[in-house]
Nanobody, 123 residues
Framework: QVQLVESGGGLVQAGDSLRLSCAASGRTFSSYATAWFRQTPGKEREFVAALSRSGGSTYYADSVKGRFTISRDNAKITVYLQMNSLKFEDTAVYYC????????????????WGQGTQVTVSS
């Protein structure tokens, strides 16, 4: 069974940058499309970014376009979310997700999920 682990969250000031990492235990991401979602208490889980299985296509929420970048290392071991120009509104728990053939923007179509990592941006 695939186990996903996120890391890299923390407390930063508005305008700063963070890079989140997501690693799959015991295997690579070669057979999976991956994505990042985020959630704040009282709100629905929100799509952030997604990467196709091949790595050739990316998808971004309008709220993060131009600021966030999803990528995968050459060995397909780790998926990253580079977050630049962070805003207070980006504060949330960020989750990594993976699936063999999801609908990229829809959280309900991803089978595997990490435990989440907290990102807090002070205004």
């Amino acid at each position: 069974q695939v186990q996903l682990v996120e890391s890299g969250g923390g407390l930063v000031q508005a305008g700063d940058s963070l890079r989140l990492s997501c690693a799959a235990s015991g295997r690579t991401f070669s057979s999976y499309a991956t994505a990042w979602f985020r959630q704040t208490p009282g709100k629905e889980r929100e799509f952030v970014a997604a990467l196709s299985r091949s790595g050739g296509s990316t998808y971004y929420a309008d709220s993060v376009k131009g600021r966030f970048t999803i990528s995968r290392d050459n060995a397909k071991i780790t998926v990253y979310l580079q977050m630049n120009s962070l805003k207070f509104e980006d504060t949330a728990v960020y989750y990594c997700a993976a699936d063999g053939s999801p609908q990229p923007l829809k959280s309900g179509t991803y089978r595997y999920w990490g435990q989440g990592t907290q990102v807090t941006v002070s205004s």
